[in-house]
């Protein structure tokens, strides 16, 4: 039987691979075309006025006495919504679908659907002193189909982003912390402060080099886990569909005990410009 789950396993994870790398080698790049520079622009800026839907494949290695693997699959739809002439509401949604392997001796493997995390950017349509800016509430939404796989807790805090595009670079910070309120009160609370830095550079081809953290500072238990992600982006077309395409490779700086070692990133970006 985990014999048949870890073959399905290994067939989702190939079909998603898969389905990437035929879009990629279907896709033509989108030279001629005036808007890439903007586009290439607002992949990279949280808070673009863009809608778009990244699909986001991770694959972590090293859990655990295992050596185990996880894999996860962010979806995360991008939601701009005009409120008046000078102001946007960004909504980001990150909907987390997890298989994790046996870490070690006595546990289980498990798959399923993650915590969702929610974000409300109020944000200026016009850069303030060349800085684009957004902040307001995130929410956590205890939607764990497993319970190794969430927190069963409710959760809100702040979250803000800070961003300068200039010469082809991208520079700035997004943050959030996220308190628990609510939930199953036999589960720890949750008080952790996430931390984006991010640096990029996009050349006349409208590639993309970026290097950034994905830092998580648990205060619970006192515990930083900082992967260190190096990714190349490239904006190409589906015949007029416009996508982005992601590449990357993370090395954890630091993981709780039994943490990850390493790991990879494909994300495959549908974007829908105006």
């Known amino acids: 039987m985990q014999q048949t789950l870890c073959s399905q396993r290994t067939m989702c994870r190939t079909a998603v691979i898969l389905l990437v790398l035929m879009a990629a080698m279907s896709a033509a790049p989108l030279w001629a075309m005036e808007s890439n520079e903007e586009l290439a622009k607002k992949t990279l800026n949280p808070v673009a006025d863009l809608i778009s839907m990244p699909l986001q494949y991770n694959q972590d290695y090293g859990i655990g006495p295992a050596d185990a693997m996880k894999t996860y699959l962010n979806i995360q739809p991008v939601i701009p919504v005009g409120l008046n002439q000078d102001w946007n509401l960004i909504i980001r949604t990150i909907i987390p679908l997890i298989d994790m392997e046996s870490a070690g001796p006595g546990l289980k493997d498990t798959s399923g659907m993650g915590d969702i995390t929610q974000s409300f950017f109020f944000s200026p349509?016009?850069?303030?002193?060349?800085?684009?800016?957004?902040?307001?509430?995130?929410f956590l939404y205890p939607t764990a189909s497993h319970d190794d796989l969430g927190n069963e807790k409710w959760g809100i805090g702040p979250t803000f982003v800070v961003l300068r595009q200039e010469h082809g670079f991208t520079y700035g910070m997004l943050a959030n912390h996220i308190?628990?309120?609510?939930?199953?009160?036999?589960?720890?609370?949750?008080?952790?402060?996430?931390?984006?830095?991010?640096?990029?550079?996009?050349?006349?081809?409208?590639?993309?080099?970026?290097?950034?953290?994905?830092?998580?500072?648990?205060?619970?238990?006192?515990?930083?886990?900082?992967?260190?992600?190096?990714?190349?982006?490239?904006?190409?077309?589906?015949?007029?569909?416009?996508?982005?395409?992601?590449?990357?490779?993370?090395?954890?700086?630091?993981?709780?005990?039994?943490?990850?070692?390493w790991g990879i990133r494909v994300n495959l970006v549908f974007l829908f410009p105006k």
């Open 125 to 138: 349509k016009l850069p303030v002193d060349g800085w684009i800016v957004g902040a307001g509430p995130v």
């Open 179 to 261: 308190w628990s309120f609510a939930g199953n009160s036999g589960r720890q609370n949750v008080s952790a402060t996430f931390l984006q830095p991010f640096f990029s550079y996009t050349t006349k081809t409208y590639t993309s080099f970026t290097i950034n953290t994905e830092s998580t500072y648990d205060w619970e238990n006192s515990q930083w886990t900082v992967p260190v992600n190096f990714m190349v982006s490239q904006i190409l077309k589906i015949g007029s569909q416009p996508i982005s395409l992601q590449l990357g490779y993370r090395y954890y700086a630091d993981a709780p005990a039994n943490g990850p070692d």
